[in-house]
């Protein structure tokens, strides 16, 4: 069988980029791959994606909301050429400086870099929308009960079934409840490691999207939770009220009932977290990920003191082992 590395370089030879230099980027925490070019010519730069079909990845869904954000004007990636049945595309490249990297260094822009990211949610609140599938309550509710089945009993040994399928109608009810309204489009991993920072851009377009490939359709205050709530980095408190504040008054949402699916949002993102984190350490050997369990157990432990959240709150409080070090401990491999 041909190796990945025979396919890519075939793919390229079919681009002006066959001759260009080739450097590893970073990765995530997906099987996909990438590579920096650069045309030795021209010092011009693009990335070459590798995304594995035989490792369940797709690059299909990437193109498609690269194609429709780049339509609405904002800054996804330009695809350059694309290969779906082998995996490999071939993006523009936007450059390095992701909101996680600038902010250490330029902390006057936090506040700056926040608001320009809150404003691209707020594009998209009134933008067309694409056809997507839904990130509805009983999926919500099952990823949320990660939590249970990888946190939970990679520290405790064992799996409560029977506490997962109470946890998860209950939770779905409590969705069902509260996160209602017209949908948008959600990007579900929209924080300062996928953001990245164009300033010579306008408005909007100043805001680098990366990693959106599994968007869906879902409610507003998602993707702003996610930012806001990051698993990566402290944002201040301040910054994310303001930012809150900022999309209600821009998109003139109903202020009580966006407020309550924020919170029962970030309670729903931070226990899928929990479980991912688990996963990703236990099943595929990234112990690095448990570190950053606290800080979303800090998330998650706040948003339990809203009163819609009042039928799991104890629940959760109960069956759920604090982030102790002997408890983290047990989650590395």
Known sequence: MTDRAELADIFLAATPWGLADRALLAGDASNR?????????TGKTAVLMDASPEKGEDVR????????????????????????ENGFLLIEDLGDDLFARVIPHAPELERPLYEAATDVLV???????????????????EMAGLAIRKYRAGILGSHDEDLQVRFENAFEDILRGTVKGDYVIVQRDYHAENLLWLPERDGTARV?????QDARSGHPAYDLVSMLQDARRDVPAGVEMQMLARFIAKTGVDESGFRTAYTVLGVQRNLRILGVFARLSLDYGKPHYVDLIPRVWDHMIRGLDHPALAPVSNMLRDALPAPVPENLAKLRP
């Open 33 to 41: 791959r990438y590579e920096r070019l650069t045309d030795p010519n």
């Open 61 to 84: 869904p990437f193109v498609k909301i690269a194609k429709y954000l780049c339509s609405q004007n904002l800054s996804a990636p330009e695809i350059l050429a694309e290969d779906a």
């Open 123 to 141: 594009q998209l609140f009134s933008a067309p929308m694409p056809d997507l599938d839904p990130y509805g309550p009983r999926l919500m509710a």
């Open 208 to 212: 680098g999207l990366l990693d959106f």
